[in-house]
């Protein structure tokens, strides 16, 4: 029986299909950019502002909006200080950000499988 005619009998039988991956992504975490941002914040542990706007091609007043809309959020943490006499800006990771990130690649991969196995049936 193809899951199409599994989901419909489930449907009938009062049982709901499993929610479409799509609806398990984060607003948050899902814009390209704030992606782009955790990823790289996730490989390099601790990461450092100007780094980061190069590595993403940003201005920094973008990157400043995005960090601004990540940190409310609760997902990184910023840290200001100096290098020398340079002031710094350094984002890392918070707990929720890591669960957060992985949350996403979880429900991005259920998307690709769904899309590899065919998902539903479709009329040509």
Request: aromatic share 4%; glycine share 10%.
């Amino acid at each position: 029986m193809s899951r199409r005619n599994q989901q419909g009998e489930q449907a009938q039988q009062g049982e709901h299909p499993d929610p479409h991956p799509v609806l398990g992504l984060d607003d948050v975490v899902h814009q390209r950019v704030r992606l782009g941002i955790l990823t790289v914040a996730h490989q390099a542990r601790r990461v450092e502002f100007g780094f980061l706007r190069t590595a993403l091609g940003l201005t920094a007043g973008n990157l400043s909006q995005h960090l601004t809309v990540l940190e409310k959020a609760g997902l990184v943490e910023i840290e200001k200080g100096y290098e020398g006499r340079r002031p710094r800006t350094w984002l890392s990771l918070t707990p929720a950000g890591v669960r957060a990130l992985q949350d996403e690649v979880t429900q991005l991969k259920r998307l690709i499988r769904q899309i590899e196995q065919g998902g539903p049936e479709r009329e040509p």
